[in-house]
């Protein structure tokens, strides 16, 4: 089987300015890959030009073996896309945007029906997209996303600013097309979101992709695992490196004075990674409020 998707030295500036810089991977057939980077990084142009949107300068775009943009009216029945904005007909309500797609997608309009009560907007079907909430709106552009059954799925930040329901019903779908055999291509600004969802994620800074590994390879090779010692006789708990000799020393002599009261492991968390992977600082996460990349153990 291809890959579901070969990106190759594929580059695109805009104003003189190389903002995607001959950038490479390949995702797997059924694979949830995610695409992070802090904004600008180039993210949305890469996925512009992946579906067939955006012209590339230079590179090469392959989906399921067909190139785009050669291939790009083969490729429409074959990906399906949620762009990053919404790009719905507002004076259309959620039945008549999704049977404008149907129509265009030749799928039976009982497909409509389904996808209604996939996304649970069946009480808003009748509504005008213009006044639904933001939440509503997006999972109407997932379901048309959908319709046609892609066996590739582009989403570009489909969680952004939703409420946590909204944003649980499109992960659990997310999961869902998943198990069914979809290809995910997926970017976030939620590190918990692509640690739990994403099979691999590809981390994208300053037009480059700087790190492809799985959510506990970035994890590993790139965050900073700690333990937290709590002593006796001090009140603020002190923070020690594991794998780290010096942090590692400092243990023992805690240990042997009989001086720790507690201890608490802290896997390192992709935020982390993600902070040294795109060169931002990362600071100490308050020790009273849990880290958004989640992952903490107790020793
Ligand atoms: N049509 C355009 N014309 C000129 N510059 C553009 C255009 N589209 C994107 N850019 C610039 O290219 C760079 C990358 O933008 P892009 O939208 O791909 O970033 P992103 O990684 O998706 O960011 P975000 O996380 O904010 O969505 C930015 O500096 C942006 O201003
Ligand atoms: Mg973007």
Redesign the pocket.
């Known amino acids: 089987m291809p890959p579901a998707i070969r990106v190759e030295r594929l580059a695109k500036s805009?104003?003189g300015?190389q903002?995607?810089k001959e950038i490479s991977f390949e995702v797997h057939p059924g694979e949830i890959f995610g695409f992070l980077?802090?904004?600008?990084?180039?993210?949305?142009?890469?996925i512009r030009m992946m579906i067939g949107e955006l012209v590339p300068d230079a590179g090469e775009v392959v989906i399921a073996g067909l190139p785009m943009p050669a291939e790009r009216d083969r490729l429409k029945s074959i990906i399906g896309v949620v762009p990053?904005h919404q790009n719905l007909y507002d004076r259309l309500t959620v039945r008549q945007n999704l049977d404008l797609f149907a129509r265009l997608y030749q799928v039976p309009p009982q497909r409509v029906d389904e996808l209604i009560d996939l996304v649970h907007l069946r009480e808003h079907l009748d509504h005008p997209t213009v006044r639904l909430s933001r939440g509503l709106r997006q999972r109407t552009l997932i379901a048309r996303g959908i319709l046609h059954r892609p066996s590739v799925f582009f989403l570009?930040?489909p969680t952004s600013a939703l409420d946590p329901h909204s944003a649980q019903v499109i992960r659990r779908l997310i999961r869902d097309l998943r198990d069914q055999g979809t290809t995910v291509f997926l970017?976030t600004?939620y590190m918990e979101e692509a640690n739990s969802l994403c099979h691999r994620i590809a981390i994208?800074h300053q037009g480059t992709i700087v790190a492809i590994d799985t959510p506990a390879g970035l994890r590993m090779r790139f965050g900073r695992p700690t333990i937290r010692v709590t002593l006796k006789d001090a009140e603020a708990p002190v923070e020690l490196p594991l794998n780290d000799p010096e942090g590692a020393r400092t243990l023992a002599g805690f240990l042997a004075a009989g001086r720790v009261a507690r201890l608490h492991s802290q896997e390192a968390t992709l935020e982390e990674a993600f902070m040294r992977l795109t060169g931002a600082e990362w600071h100490e996460p308050d020790p009273g409020t849990e880290s958004p990349a989640g992952g903490r153990a107790t020793a």
Not at 37 to 46: E, I, R
């Open positions: 805009f104003e300015r903002v995607v980077g802090p904004n600008g990084a180039g993210k949305t142009t890469s990053d570009d930040e970017t600004h994208m």
